[in-house]
């Protein structure tokens, strides 16, 4: 979404937002906030390809807004985060690790991470145990066995099929070849999770299987708590189809 339709968003809407920008080192962040400044905070990762929008409709949600400050933005090599380079889990954790410490306030941070972004905010847990109150995993692929990439994906990040591909679909298919052998070196090091963990998943999502949530469940064997949602016959797109059950969730985390 342009800056111009993201003022247009929120302005139609009358909710006050910050769309910004911050470098670290050679690395931006571009991000979109909204809420109190002082209140608890919503961090918002989306999947892959994908931008900060795909929580466009959460960012202006009166309920959400009167208990958080909420925080979506572009991830590493989409939207207008250094569009285009790609970057594995442990990269892409790191630098949205910097981007948190810049603008936290001090206040819990509830990591929310659908689909792509399901494993990003569990590798940002897994390496900063201490620093996050909630994780709330929405459709999430953290399972290496359950994670199967396509045989073509390896074949056009190749040159010169690779510049074939347009747009966020580039990184996107380049982040997911690198999934499974990410996803393996995570999984030796889940137990270093104690946060609060909320996973919700589709019991028929085509993309990311629903057996994660087993996986998921056997494996956080250090999180203080540990709650299932499961949604019944949804598929991955929850985060819109069954927007108001994934908002309620949100809205239903004791802080």
């Not at 709650?227 to 985060?239: Q, R, V």
Request: aromatic share 10%; net charge positive.
């Amino acid at each position: 979404m342009s800056s111009k339709k993201t003022k247009v968003f929120f302005t139609t809407s009358k909710i006050e937002f910050t769309d910004s920008i911050i470098k670290l080192d050679e690395h931006n962040v571009h991000y979109i906030q909204t809420g109190q400044k002082d209140f608890p905070t919503l961090f918002f990762i989306h999947g892959s390809p994908g931008s900060w929008d795909a929580y466009k409709e959460y960012l202006k949600d009166m309920l959400l807004l009167k208990k958080y400050r909420m925080i979506a933005i572009d991830r590493p090599g989409f939207g207008f985060s250094d569009f285009g380079t790609a970057e594995n889990l442990q990269v892409q954790s790191k630098i949205i690790f910097d981007f948190i410490e810049k603008v936290a306030n001090n206040k819990p941070i509830i990591l929310v991470g659908h689909s792509m972004g399901g494993p990003v905010i569990t590798k940002l847990a897994e390496n900063n145990p201490k620093k996050f109150q909630q994780l709330v995993i929405i459709s999430g692929s953290i399972d290496p066995k359950a994670e199967n990439p396509e045989v073509w994906r390896s074949f056009i990040m190749k040159k010169p099929l690779r510049y074939l591909i347009p747009g966020a679909l580039r990184p996107s298919n380049d982040e997911l070849c690198w999934l499974k052998e990410d996803l393996k070196t995570m999984k030796s090091n889940l137990k270093n999770i104690v946060s609060n963990v909320v996973i919700i998943h589709g019991t028929k999502d085509r993309l990311v299987p629903y057996s994660n949530m087993k996986f998921m469940q056997d494996e956080f064997i250090n999180s203080k708590k540990v709650d299932t949602l499961s949604i019944k016959n949804a598929d991955h797109f929850i985060p819109w189809t069954h927007y108001n059950i994934i908002r309620d969730a949100l809205l239903g985390i004791k802080l």
